[in-house]
């Protein structure tokens, strides 16, 4: 098992760098000027000492290089040292500037941080608890009224894209109703009961859209996997010992059919991050995704290839998490 | 003699696939939507009098009528008119996506699971790309080759060509997973190995004996592939990376349709509703299709 997590950490090494180059020659090729914005009537050779200055003078592989030595450097040690406080473990150099903002990327992506954690993680973490135990109890009354009735919802949440529930939400609770704000107000502060309201009722529609999705996903692994562990010669004996219905469910074939279900939901985490793309661009909640989608309009590379690498990191760790809990959960899988 | 007359007559097996299709009561209700979509989509216009581009800027914001079905827009232009030509772009793109993403993760699997050599690599690729992170890629992508497509293909043929290889390429991994599984179960079956014994080429072997035995797992694959390029690309075309402006898609009229949600919100709803009428129909499609192909559960 050791041995396992180790070679994997190895590897994950290698393909993160080859992702790393993949986006970057990605980029490479993009017509996209970060100049384009600047007026007409700047001279060419200042232009050009403009493009020096933002650092695109150079060959690709010296960018590419110095890139990842700040991405992997620079930039973790400062983040390091706001976390703890300590000053001393920022290592000097060059940080990653955004062209737009022309502030270090990792002070951005930590300020916009906070409201995709709040509202997509919050999204998650609902669309959990409410997933299993609809799917637990659809499988143990299969072909019931509540079985369809869950399976025709999770259908519906799955096929409904966010980009048409979102306006649907905002039609009825902000425009008919007047309940909830379109737009999400960062600069709330909670520290009332009243603000708490507020933050409340600006995250109500997000969430529900975001749960509603993440919900349909999980709740059909659940049911199948439940089902799946229901035709198990384990279940025929643990009624046969003659346990109540309660434990048989709930402890054997629940824990059982939690080990793929437990895998899948880790595999989602890092859509948490790039998922909420869409769902942030229509209820203006300026997290990570709708930055990556500015600074995409804005040809602002740096953000770009540093917010993909931070979604790819995301993905390949989380894969890693969800092979190795695999493993941790069910003692018949042995990597070694 | 007897047991021929008691016997059932031959027949296709495609026929019991749809008589277990029939069963399921979702997805024959989807077929017949998702069958009316097309047509709709296909057909409509020829009927239709009014074109999805005419401008009529007298008659424009007009709410549903017997001369408008779903009202005008802020130019004039016929809404039904444009939810047909909408439709045709986005249905277009979903199928050809799904073909070549399909097409591709067949290949792959195929491949991967065949001969062993290559398989260590492809599977490698395939694990490298499924840690792609997808969206932001297929909006990077959208925006570098936008420019020098359109100025190759014109703008519609480029961007089409653009956003269905985009889609295709970033959706194949599954499939190939799927696929590559299935095929090396079936390498070890007798009837390989005997079909192999005779001297069949690999070509011959895979083309007659592996891959209609990997159908099935395919044709679910490609319904789900279905819906989701078809959700992508309306993706797409509502962050304003997708086909341009003036060029209907179902996406482009949700994301147009939002800046007058106040005032008729019609306007965004209705090909909202067309998206999800036809992700919904072809999941359930899927859905009775997996049913239908499994032999273990049909016939009984």
């Known amino acids: 098992m050791f041995t396992y997590t180790l070679r994997r950490l190895l590897l994950a090494i290698p393909t993160l760098l080859f992702i790393a180059l993949a986006i970057f020659l990605l980029l490479e090729l993009s017509p996209g000027d970060p100049m384009a914005d600047m007026p007409l009537t700047i ?24 890139w990842l030595y700040m991405f992997s450097v620079v930039e973790p040690s400062h983040v390091l040292a706001n976390m703890t406080g300590i000053e001393s473990l920022a290592v000097e150099g060059q940080r990653i500037i955004s062209f737009q903002s022309r502030s270090p990327v990792a002070d951005i992506i930590a300020q916009r941080l906070p409201q995709t954690l709040w509202v997509v993680g919050l999204s998650y973490i609902l669309g959990i608890l409410i997933a299993v135990p609809i799917g637990v109890y659809s499988a143990y009354r299969q072909y019931s009224w509540f079985d369809q009735l869950g399976a025709f919802v999770s259908m519906v949440g799955f096929s409904l894209p966010t980009f048409f529930t979102g306006p649907l939400l905002i039609l009825i609770f902000s ?3 007047g309940w909830f704000p379109i737009i999400y107000d960062t600069t709330l502060v909670v520290d009332s009961w009243h603000n708490l309201g507020l933050q409340i009722r600006q995250m109500a529609m997000p969430v529900f859209v975001l749960t509603l999705y993440n919900a349909a996903q999980i709740n059909r692994f659940m049911r199948a996997s439940m089902l799946d562990n229901f ?42 991050f790039t998922g909420a793309i869409i769902t942030e661009q229509i209820f203006r909640v300026n997290g990570l995704g709708q930055l990556l989608i500015i600074a995409i309009y804005a040809s602002d590379l740096p953000m770009v290839l540093t917010l993909s690498m931070v979604f790819a990191i995301l993905i390949v760790g989380f894969n ?14 042995r990597y070694d | 003699m007897t047991d021929i007359a008691t016997a059932r007559p031959p027949r296709n097996q495609w026929w019991d696939v749809w008589d277990q ?31 999805a581009t005419y401008i009529d800027i007298r008659s424009r914001n007009q709410g549903f009528s017997f001369a ?7 130019l004039g232009r016929d809404i039904f008119a444009r939810m047909m030509k909408g439709g045709q772009v986005s249905l277009a793109v979903g199928i050809v996506a799904m073909v070549l993403s399909v097409f591709l993760g067949t290949m792959i699997g195929v491949l991967a699971g065949y001969f062993r050599r290559v398989d260590g690599l492809l599977m490698r690729l395939t694990d490298l790309f499924l840690a792609l992170p997808l969206l932001p890629l297929l909006l990077v992508m959208s925006m570098l080759f936008r420019q020098p497509l359109a100025s190759i ?4 043929t480029g961007i089409f060509l653009l956003i269905v290889t985009a889609i295709a390429v970033t959706s194949w991994m599954r499939t190939a997973r799927v696929v590559r599984g299935d095929v090396l179960a079936l390498k070890e079956r007798e009837y390989v190995l005997a079909a192999r014994s005779i001297g069949t080429p690999p070509r011959r072997l895979i083309l007659r004996h592996i891959l209609p035995n990997v159908l099935s797992p395919v044709m679910v694959s490609a319904t789900l592939m279905l819906a989701t390029a078809i959700i992508t690309e309306s993706a797409l075309s509502f962050l304003g990376m997708g086909f341009p402006p003036d060029f209907p898609t179902w996406g482009r009229l949700v994301a147009d349709g939002i800046d007058y949600m106040q005032q008729y919100p019609s306007r965004a709803m209705l090909p909202g509703i067309f998206i999800s009428l036809t992700v919904l129909s072809v999941n359930y499609i899927g859905d009775g299709l997996r049913d239908a192909l499994d032999p273990r559960i049909r016939g009984r």
Not at chain 1, 46 to 65: C, P, S
Not at chain 2, 28 to 41: A, D, N, R, S, T
Request: a positive charge.
């Open chain 2, 21 to 51: 299709f029939k069963t399921h009561k979702g997805a024959l209700v989807g077929m017949i939507v998702f069958l009316f979509i097309v047509f709709f989509c296909f057909v409509g216009p020829y009927i239709w009098p009014y074109s």
């Open chain 2, 68 to 74: 408008h079905p779903m009202g005008t827009d802020q």
């Open chain 1, 231 to 272: 035709t198990q010669d384990y279940v025929r004996t643990a009624r046969a010992k003659g346990m109540t219905e309660r434990v048989v469910v709930l402890v054997h074939v629940l824990r059982n059919s939690m080990i793929p279900v437990v895998t899948v939901i880790a595999l989602g985490i890092p859509t948490i």
């Open chain 1, 320 to 333: 890693l998490i969800a092979d190795l809990m695999y493993a941790l959960l069910d003692p018949r899988i």
């Open chain 2, 153 to 156: 293909f014109g703008v519609e």
């Open chain 1, 175 to 177: 425009i008919w109703l």
């Open chain 1, 43 to 66: 001279p060419p050779e200042v232009r050009e000492q403009m493009r020096l200055a933002l650092g695109l003078g150079e060959a690709w592989y010296i960018r590419f290089g110095k």
